[in-house]
T-cell receptor
Framework: AQKVTQAQTEISVVEKEDVTLDCVYE???????LFWYKQPPSGELVFLIR????DEQNEISGRYSWNFQKSTSSFNFTITASQVVDSAVYFC????????????WGAGTKLIIKP | DTGVSQDPRHKITKRGQNVTFRCDPI?????LYWYRQTLGQGPEFLTY????????KSRLLSDRFSAERPKGSFSTLEIQRTEQGDSAMYLC?????????????FGQGTRLTVV
């Protein structure tokens, strides 16, 4: 069965620190897609990244970077030099190749960046 | 504004009443999704449309829930005989078809409180 685990319920760091949000997934499919979304206090889920299971290259976008490791079924997200505006709940999600309409979500990690 | 819009943003209703929510997707998106999110949890898939066809419904969607997308554009989600357990954020998302597992863009949600 497919499952996404975000073991960190809440993380609190001081501004400018680096922080890594963990995501571990389970799936039997060889073709699958992994996503990260940000949910600020306003409630709207904001898409951050999508990776497919065949592309294990790490990705960097500004202060954000993602580390995809199939060997450990993990897709971790790092924010470098965190800012107060990064405070939000971050969700990792999975969709499998034959059910591309449905995302399986982790429970989310609440990130608090203190000034 | 070219994002996904949902109306109303907040709804308080008495138990037993019917409620209807509306979602206007991004105009060129032919896929539309409804999710439900309770506090501290990730979204749960409810149903999915491709154009006007409702292709999948979750087992979470009881007979009291019905969704429509009559012209393949906006969608409505109706809950009949609301119960306190229906209190949640109802999220709508849309995406394009053609590419597998394209990212979904979410609206700000409708927060339902059943008293």
């Amino acid at each position: 069965a497919q499952k996404v685990t975000q073991a960190q319920t809440e993380i609190s760091v001081v501004e400018k620190e680096d922080v890594t949000l963990d995501c571990v997934y389970e799936t039997r499919d060889t073709t699958y897609y992994l996503f990260w979304y940000k949910q600020p206090p306003s409630g709207e889920l904001v898409f951050l990244i999508r990776r497919n299971s065949f592309d294990e290259q790490n990705e960097i976008s500004g202060r954000y970077s993602w580390n995809f490791q199939k060997s450990t079924s993990s897709f971790n997200f790092t924010i470098t030099a965190s800012q107060v505006v990064d405070s939000a709940v971050y969700f990792c999600a999975l969709s499998e190749g034959d059910s591309n309409y449905q995302l399986i979500w982790g429970a989310g990690t609440k990130l608090i960046i203190k000034p | 504004d070219t994002g996904v819009s949902q109306d109303p943003r907040h709804k308080i209703t008495k138990r037993g009443q019917n409620v209807t929510f509306r979602c206007d997707p991004i105009s060129e998106h032919n896929r539309l999704y409804w999710y439900r999110q309770t506090l501290g949890q990730g979204p749960e898939f409810l149903t999915y449309f491709q154009n006007e066809a409702q292709l999948e419904k979750s087992r979470l969607l009881s007979d009291r829930f019905s969704a429509e997308r009559p012209k393949g554009s906006f969608s409505t989600l109706e809950i009949q005989r609301t119960e306190q357990g229906d209190s949640a954020m109802y999220l709508c998302a849309s995406s394009t078809a053609g590419q597998v597992n394209t990212e979904a863009f979410f609206g700000q949600g409708t927060r339902l409180t059943v008293v």
